[in-house]
């Protein structure tokens, strides 16, 4: 393997080829018109320009890039995540031009691409799920006996879902119609899908995730997990590996759980099993994720292993190089997703040009960038502008690297979620890890955050002042 195209932008991109190029392997970057002047076009050997600005005519053309690809001679295409990274089409017509796809073959991205067919497939298997029904329904009639018999609250969820569209919780019988329209017509327009099923609702869950990675000689093994609790509209904020919560006999069962659902799609390289964790630690598998997570450098830093590498050597054909019993927790990782969003304003996008963008720096802190000061922020895309990682011996050791990291990030011209991160490594429920998906909901208010940033300004003013008459203090010397 010499040559890879990454078929992604932003930080991921960088990510891959910084291993990549550790490797020796050549990599091509693709982009829009509007990513032309992008770090992570300057950062790779060679870069083609694939379409316009919208993801559809340009990050989404499966064929185009394959084209592109046959066209500069490369041996395999690497999609990172998002965009083609788990579209099993665009894998099969990868592996059809004779270049290799880094991921699973299209067959398990397929399964574990729809809810219920991932359920399917892992039933023989004796891994624990939520009760509730392994059918698509659209009858309104047939949820109402449903939900009688597992009992309310209920989750209604897109079958071909993610990212928390086409999910509602139902609290009684009376609003099970109305919400379970809005779950099928949010669906139906976010996948071309409207099927939906119904499982019996976790109250107050943690979510848990496994790392799994898999070789095509039969090898499957588990790189331990990460809690994935801390969220904002079901989506992920804050990240840590390990999670404060599992005792070295649960994350055995976990980890074992997540290698037998690997084993039934007939996995191939890096993929991620989600569990929800309840009050009572009582695990049940939720989905997989058929690609390299976001969060994947808590795992890293814990493991010193390059999931990347494994990747690239995994999709080579070669056999994995570390067994199970070769891996052992150290130390404790955190991450935080910086997005440009307004905390302040139910983190809604906050596109703009970063007048200032200073990343923080030191032993322990890893930033994985895809910005640069002087940049605008496409509105076209996912707004997330680097991931924010520490590292530290003990779980407190990294919480106040991050605190330290997050004073030392200096970004000015779009909002983002640093003060949010902030404040959740700040807030005593992180600190003692007695928290679950309802952390925001529970914890955070926009008056906190703008009291904290009043307190800070107010601080920045008086030592601006003691400066000032500091500085009147000293004699001056009349020049003549």
Same mark, same amino acid.
């Given at each position: 393997?010499?040559?890879?195209?990454?078929?992604?932008?932003?930080?991921?991109?960088?990510?891959?080829?910084?291993?990549?190029?550790?490797?020796?392997?050549?990599?091509?970057?693709?982009?829009?018109?509007?990513?032309?002047?992008?770090?992570?076009?300057?950062?790779?050997?060679?870069?083609?320009?694939?379409?316009?600005?919208?993801?559809?005519?340009?990050?989404?053309?499966?064929?185009?890039?394959?084209?592109?690809?046959?066209?500069?001679?490369?041996?395999?295409?690497?999609?990172?995540?998002?965009?083609?990274?788990?579209?099993?089409?665009?894998?099969?017509?990868?592996?059809?031009?004779?270049?290799?796809?880094?991921?699973?073959?299209?067959?398990?991205?397929?399964?574990?691409?729809?809810?219920?067919?991932?359920?399917?497939?892992?039933?023989?298997?004796?891994?624990?799920?939520?009760?509730?029904?392994?059918?698509?329904?659209?009858?309104?009639?047939?949820?109402?006996?449903?939900?009688?018999?597992?009992?309310?609250?209920?989750?209604?969820?897109?079958?071909?879902?993610?990212?928390?569209?086409?999910?509602?919780?139902?609290?009684?019988?009376?609003?099970?119609?109305?919400?379970?329209?809005?779950?099928?017509?949010?669906?139906?327009?976010?996948?071309?899908?409207?099927?939906?099923?119904?499982?019996?609702?976790?109250?107050?869950?943690?979510?848990?995730?496994?790392?799994?990675?898999?070789?095509?000689?039969?090898?499957?093994?588990?790189?331990?997990?990460?809690?994935?609790?801390?969220?904002?509209?079901?989506?992920?904020?804050?990240?840590?590996?390990?999670?404060?919560?599992?005792?070295?006999?649960?994350?055995?069962?976990?980890?074992?759980?997540?290698?037998?659902?690997?084993?039934?799609?007939?996995?191939?390289?890096?993929?991620?099993?989600?569990?929800?964790?309840?009050?009572?630690?009582?695990?049940?598998?939720?989905?997989?994720?058929?690609?390299?997570?976001?969060?994947?450098?808590?795992?890293?830093?814990?493991?010193?292993?390059?999931?990347?590498?494994?990747?690239?050597?995994?999709?080579?054909?070669?056999?994995?190089?570390?067994?199970?019993?070769?891996?052992?927790?150290?130390?404790?990782?955190?991450?935080?997703?910086?997005?440009?969003?307004?905390?302040?304003?139910?983190?809604?996008?906050?596109?703009?040009?970063?007048?200032?963008?200073?990343?923080?720096?030191?032993?322990?802190?890893?930033?994985?960038?895809?910005?640069?000061?002087?940049?605008?922020?496409?509105?076209?895309?996912?707004?997330?502008?680097?991931?924010? +990682?520490?590292?530290? /011996? *003990?779980? %407190? @050791? #990294?919480?106040?690297?991050?605190?330290? $990291?997050?004073?030392? &990030?200096?970004?000015?011209?779009?909002?983002?979620?640093?003060?949010?991160?902030?404040?959740?490594?700040?807030?005593?429920?992180?600190?003692?890890?007695?928290?679950?998906?309802?952390?925001?909901?529970?914890?955070?208010?926009?008056? +906190?955050?703008?009291? /904290? *940033?009043? %307190? @800070? #300004?107010?601080?920045?003013?008086?030592? $601006?002042?003691?400066? &000032?008459?500091?500085?009147?203090?000293?004699?001056?010397?009349?020049?003549?």
């Amino acid at each position: 393997m010499k040559k890879i195209l990454i078929a992604n932008r932003g930080e991921i991109a960088i990510r891959v080829m910084t291993t990549a190029h550790k490797m020796g392997i050549k990599t091509v970057a693709i982009y829009s018109t509007v990513d032309r002047n992008a770090p992570h076009v300057k950062f790779a050997n060679e870069a083609v320009c694939i379409g316009e600005a919208p993801s559809n005519q340009s990050y989404l053309l499966g064929s185009k890039i394959i084209e592109v690809a046959k066209q500069l001679d490369v041996d395999a295409i690497h999609p990172g995540y998002g965009f083609l990274s788990e579209n099993a089409d665009f894998a099969e017509e990868v592996e059809k031009n004779d270049i290799i796809f880094i991921g699973p073959k299209s067959k398990a991205i397929k399964v574990m691409g729809s809810k219920l067919a991932a359920k399917e497939a892992v039933k023989a298997y004796d891994i624990p799920m939520v009760p509730g029904i392994d059918e698509a329904i659209t009858d309104v009639d047939k949820a109402k006996k449903i939900a009688t018999e597992i009992g309310f609250p209920i989750l209604i969820k897109a079958s071909a879902g993610g990212g928390g569209k086409g999910m509602r919780v139902v609290e009684e019988e009376k609003d099970l119609e109305s919400q379970m329209n809005r779950a099928i017509s949010e669906a139906t327009s976010a996948f071309g899908d409207g099927s939906v099923f119904i499982e019996k609702y976790v109250a107050s869950p943690r979510h848990i995730e496994i790392q799994v990675m898999a070789d095509s000689h039969g090898n499957v093994i588990h790189l331990f997990e990460r809690e994935c609790s801390v969220q904002r509209r079901h989506q992920k904020v804050v990240e840590e590996a390990p999670s404060a919560v599992l005792s070295p006999e649960l994350r055995a069962k976990m980890g074992e759980a997540a290698v037998k659902v690997a084993k039934a799609c007939d996995y191939l390289g890096a993929g991620t099993v989600e569990f929800l964790l309840d009050e009572n630690h009582n695990f049940y598998f939720l989905e997989m994720n058929t690609r390299l997570q976001v969060e994947h450098p808590v795992t890293e830093l814990i493991t010193g292993i390059d999931l990347v590498e494994l990747q690239i050597k995994v999709a080579r054909g070669e056999k994995l190089s570390v067994q199970q019993e070769d891996l052992k927790i150290k130390g404790h990782a955190l991450e935080l997703r910086i997005y440009a969003e307004d905390p302040m304003n139910d983190f809604l996008p906050s596109v703009g040009y970063l007048e200032t963008y200073k990343i923080p720096v030191g032993k322990g802190i890893r930033v994985d960038n895809g910005f640069e000061e002087g940049m605008d922020i496409p509105i076209y895309y996912d707004p997330m502008l680097a991931k924010l +990682i520490t590292y530290g /011996a *003990t779980r %407190e @050791e #990294a919480i106040q690297l991050m605190i330290k $990291a997050i004073n030392n &990030y200096d970004i000015k011209g779009v909002q983002t979620t640093l003060p949010f991160g902030k404040f959740v490594f700040e807030h005593e429920a992180f600190k003692s890890g007695n928290f679950d998906t309802h952390f925001v909901k529970k914890h955070f208010t926009t008056e +906190i955050i703008q009291s /904290a *940033t009043k %307190e @800070e #300004a107010k601080i920045a003013a008086l030592l $601006a002042m003691k400066q &000032y008459i500091e500085d009147q203090k000293t004699v001056r010397i009349p020049t003549l």
